[in-house]
């Protein structure tokens, strides 16, 4: 019974790990240290409530509402979310990259991302991941039409803030 657990285990941490890593950088604004740390954290809890896992849902919606959980939770108790200075994260790339070509871009939208609020930074994360918006409206409990409304205006805000700070 235990090896079966440790094999499922490893299957579900190589199959997300990936995607809660990307989705907790999103979250810190970049910050690889933090990301880390958080996404460690997320797969404790996946390891200590596996045998809980009832299969109401798939194991990566589950997984995500675990990291969403636990990003918010790390902002709670942070007290404040702590700005990175921008130098700070342009020398950072972050793992989820290191399989493709270094583009310039990606910092600039993790910064950008990171002056989003909350719910709206893991939103788009979500569909940075390619997430349906069935997928995203089971983690976030509200309707699909409400995603797709809600991820319009967030690119909007992407939009305006991108441009805003290339004026700078």
Known sequence: M???KNEL???IYYQ???MVLQMCLGFVKGDTSTAKDLSQEIFIIV???LDKFRGASSYKTWIYRITVNTCLQHVKKDGKERAIPTTEIENKISVAEAGSAVNNNVPKLYKAIGQLNKVDRLI???VLENQD???ISE???IKPINVRVKIHRIKKRLETILKSN???
């Open 2 to 4: 235990m090896e079966n």
């Open 133 to 135: 918006y069935d997928s």
């Open 47 to 49: 390891w200590n409530n």
């Open 16 to 18: 997300h790990h990936p």
């Open 124 to 126: 788009i994360m979500m």
């Open 166 to 168: 290339n004026d700078e």
């Open 139 to 141: 983690v976030l409990g």
């Open 9 to 11: 285990f490893e299957t």
